[in-house]
Structures are given as structure tokens and as C-alpha cells.
């Protein structure tokens, strides 16, 4: 169960990594940084651009706000490894996939960082 939570969208000072596909995110590139306390435990996560819009739709989808990173990526290779003409020698896993992540936004949409007067 999830205790309390809080997300900002600063833009970094210094290289991070994302929690999700472990690519860095580089000084100057908007992230999403969330903290929270989930059953007990509290959490920090840092993701990219791309693997934030990812847990939003998977999220959305699923009408859930709890989920575990294996079932993230396993949505991910339903929903865009079946067709994808490279499958059979493809040896990426979904959340390093340069052509699934190309299916999401590589920037942070202003609506969600801008505070509006």
C-alpha cells in the first residue's frame, strides 16, 4: 500500500541513472523524480523521459498505480515486440529497445512542470 507520494520534474545537475532501463539521464535533461513510502519502505526513483511516459501508459492501462518492473516489461514486449520485424534476433530487453522507446516522448510535456498563474 502506498503511504504518501510525491513526484517533481527538475532538471539534473549532475548525470543519474534511470531506475527502469538504466540508461543515464544527463545534466540538463528534465526527469521524473518520485519519493514516496510504499508498504513500510520509503523509495527514491529517478526515471527518463521515455520510461516515465512508459509507466504512465502501462499504469493507465492497467487502472493500477502499484506495479512491479518485471510486468512493466513484459507489457511492453506484448504490446510492441509481437510485430516488430526484428523479433527473431533481437536480443534487447524492452526498456533498452531503441525503437520501443522511440514510441515515447523524449522530453518531460511542460504541462506537468509548468505551474500555471
Not at 93 to 105: A, S, V
Amino acid at each position: 500500500m502506498l503511504d504518501f507520494y510525491t513526484q517533481r520534474y527538475p532538471v539534473a545537475q549532475k548525470e543519474h541513472e534511470c531506475e527502469y532501463c538504466h540508461r543515464i539521464i544527463p545534466k540538463g535533461k528534465r526527469y521524473s523524480y518520485e519519493t514516496g513510502k510504499f508498504d513500510g519502505d520509503m523509495f527514491v526513483r529517478k526515471l527518463c523521459p521515455e520510461c516515465h511516459a512508459i509507466l504512465n501508459d502501462y499504469c493507465n492501462e492497467n487502472s493500477d498505480e502499484e506495479f512491479d518492473w518485471w510486468e512493466v516489461s513484459d507489457w511492453l514486449s506484448d504490446t510492441y515486440c509481437s510485430d516488430c520485424q526484428k523479433r527473431e534476433n533481437c536480443d534487447c530487453i524492452p526498456e533498452q529497445c531503441d525503437l520501443i522507446k522511440g514510441e515515447f516522448p523524449s522530453e518531460i510535456p511542460p504541462k506537468l512542470y509548468e505551474v500555471i498563474s
